[in-house]
């Protein structure tokens, strides 16, 4: 009887507000607890909390019995009591995980929260805020494909990270600005728990490095470092933008990965099997998932500039192993894919369908313009600007912006960058540039 009573009690609490999600991921309808903590967590990270029992203590909301002090002790705190608590002086660079995140950034979430309590005392934030770190990370070869130990080093005041090939090197083997820089954790694809992946410019082109560290904490700050440094680096670029207008452009997960086959521009070349990862509005691809350069890319923009996706593939269309196909329409050409299974060609329509459906803003038409949309005609060893499709694009913007609803969108839509309501200067020198290129010639690749 008293089993009954408490699990209605801890049943009625889930329906308070704050405690219908996980407390640390966002899951919904969590089923566990931490009655030494007071909070309602779902099952995976109730896994984490147990690896740290000197401060969580676990227990699942219906199948465990509860005395009445721990039911009182949850109905006293709760999910929201405890993130105005332990989550206080998180900082706004902080990248708090979801449920969708590898484990490694749940696990050290946690464990920054409820053991370490970096979010109470500030003072322990120091690794990831200092504007400087300079420690060593194991880095893949770009061509041997092995793991070697290399020193980076990120300095916001320089506006770069660093990586030396030699300890004792004067001169650093490459320079990644914070300007164009992203990191992810891709722990399957890097084939490591603790794998990194950092890109960045170089060429005009995409640069992909893959590092780890033994310790999950030092790789975690690592990326929260580099989060903090575009911070920084954004709210100097844009000094009206709000904390929550920048954080979103911080870093970025691929919004889908995996393989797909692949023809030439003529439509008549064999399918070749590639990597494929939707960067944005970039598709890029690869021979190996791991390589450091794509082989081609192509940017893909919105149904208001006639893109579209189609389920299949010509009936002309012969090569192919796979089945099941996808024809992308640009401005330009048709692009042509299959994919091994029905399942992987549905998630990836409905990947394109997402990108295409979103209007564009005018710092991505100035983005295909000045050639860093790809290559168009996704052939291997090919790179380039899609220059056609990008420059009907943009002529069609400058186009739009003259119009009523063009002039309110330079002088009164937020959003138009990330300062929102002041996000009229970016979108009107993006303009002057444009008409200017356009009046005076391109000069690109």
């Excluded at 449920?99 to 109470?120: G, N, P, T, V």
């Excluded at 092995?146 to 300890?167: D, H, I, M, P």
């Excluded at 050409?333 to 209007?359: G, M």
Aim: aromatic share 12%; glycine share 8%; with cysteine.
């Amino acid at each position: 009887m008293a089993k009954e009573r408490s699990r209605k009690a801890l049943v009625e609490l889930l329906q308070r507000p704050g405690n219908a999600a996980c407390a640390d991921c966002a899951a919904p309808d969590p089923d566990w607890a931490s009655h030494s903590l007071g909070i309602f967590i779902c099952l995976s990270c109730s896994g984490i909390h147990r690896s740290i029992p000197q401060v969580s203590k676990v227990k699942s909301v219906r199948l465990d019995e509860w005395d009445d002090a721990q039911v009182e002790f949850m109905a006293s705190n709760g999910n929201n009591v405890a993130k105005a608590k332990y989550e206080s002086k998180m900082p706004p660079f902080y990248y708090k995980p979801t449920y969708l995140d590898c484990q490694l950034l749940r696990e050290q979430w946690i464990r920054a929260k409820y053991e370490r309590k970096e979010f109470i005392h500030s003072e322990k934030q120091e690794p990831y805020s200092a504007g400087y770190r300079e420690g060593f990370l194991w880095k893949r070869g770009r061509d041997n494909g092995q793991f070697l130990s290399r020193k980076f080093v990120l300095s916001e005041r320089e506006g770069a990270l660093k990586y030396f090939n030699k300890n004792d090197a004067k001169e650093p083997k490459a320079i990644m600005k914070i300007e164009h820089l992203n990191a992810t954790f891709q722990p399957a694809k890097i084939g490591n728990p603790h794998g990194l992946q950092i890109t960045y410019l170089k060429d005009n082109s995409t640069r992909n490095i893959f590092v780890y560290h033994e310790d999950g904490k030092e790789i975690v700050d690592w990326f929260n470092a580099i989060r903090a440094a575009r911070f920084h680096y954004l709210q100097v670029a844009f000094p009206g933008a709000s904390d929550s207008d920048l954080v979103p452009k911080l870093s970025r997960n691929y919004l889908k990965e995996g393989y797909m086959e692949k023809t030439g521009p003529k439509q008549t070349e064999g399918f070749k099997k590639r990597w494929f990862t939707m960067d944005d509005r970039r598709l890029m691809y690869f021979k190996d998932p791991l390589d450091a350069f794509a082989r081609g890319e192509v940017f893909i923009g919105s149904k208001e500039n006639s893109y579209k996706v189609l389920e299949g593939l010509p009936p002309s269309t012969q090569g192919n192993h796979w089945q099941h196909g996808i024809t992308i329409v640009t401005p330009d050409r048709k692009f042509l894919f299959a994919c091994e299974t029905e399942d992987d060609q549905l998630e990836w329509i409905n990947t394109f369908q997402k990108v295409i459906s979103r209007p564009m803003l005018p710092q991505e038409y100035a983005g295909v313009f000045l050639g860093r949309a790809g290559c168009p005609g996704l052939e291997d060893g090919v790179a380039g600007g899609d220059w056609g499709s990008g420059h009907r694009s943009l002529l069609l913007w400058v186009k739009q912006l003259f119009t009523a609803q063009g002039m309110q969108r330079l002088f009164g839509q937020r959003g138009a960058h990330p300062g929102g309501g002041g996000g009229w200067y970016p979108s009107l020198f993006i303009a002057s540039s444009v008409v200017s290129m356009l009046l005076y010639g391109y000069r690109g690749n």
